[in-house]
């Protein structure tokens, strides 16, 4: 019954966020403002992380599995992805890099600033 409450705590917050995306013009996915939404309410202590601590530790555990039907389906597009595959990879690889890099330094700034 506690998993139950917990995921039904998480998916009303969800269905806000979709609710906000119904309402607001901006481009922003409901997902974020769900995930804005639950940030802020764990954060104001609105919501208490033992409310929803088990039952998200087992939708992070699930997340790979849920990435199988999106892998399927650009397997089944490949016709079209292929002519785009190289620059994709390359854009991927510089992307990954500059973010591994960016978040190196952010951290060593904030680590120096902490000792300070």
């Not at 409450?5 to 969800?14: G, N, R, T, V």
């Not at 309402?23 to 802020?40: F, K, N």
């Not at 890099?97 to 904030?110: D, I, S």
Request: with cysteine; aromatic share 8%; proline share 6%.
């Amino acid at each position: 019954m506690k998993f139950l409450k917990q995921f039904m705590l998480i998916l009303l917050i969800s269905f806000i966020g979709e609710g906000l995306r119904a309402l607001l013009p901006l481009p922003i996915p409901a997902s974020v403002y769900g995930l804005v939404i639950l940030l802020v309410a764990l954060l104001t202590g609105v919501i208490k992380v033992g409310q929803v601590k088990e039952t998200a530790s087992f939708l992070i555990e699930i997340m790979p599995v849920m990435f199988i039907p999106a892998a399927v389906g650009l397997l089944t597009a490949w016709d079209t992805l292929k002519p785009v595959c190289v620059p994709v990879l390359a854009i991927t690889f510089i992307t990954t890099v500059l973010v591994m890099a960016v978040t190196g330094r952010v951290t060593q700034w904030v680590i120096r600033r902490n000792r300070k």
